[in-house]
């Protein structure tokens, strides 16, 4: 599992489903960088 960053611009909580997915993917496509998606399997 990767190392948790301290800080972050957004954190998507259930990044695994659709809804978690397309928010980051959105937020990407739009130049923002600071994201952090987490989701109960990798929990």
């Known amino acids: 599992m990767a190392e948790f960053p ?3 611009r957004v ?3 259930g990044l ?3 809804v978690g997915a397309s928010i980051a993917h959105h937020l990407i ?3 923002w960088d600071d994201i952090v998606g ?3 399997s990798g929990i």
């Open 6 to 8: 301290k800080k972050a």
């Open 11 to 13: 954190v998507i909580v």
């Open 16 to 18: 695994g489903g659709i």
């Open 29 to 31: 496509e739009r130049g």
């Open 38 to 40: 987490i989701d109960k």
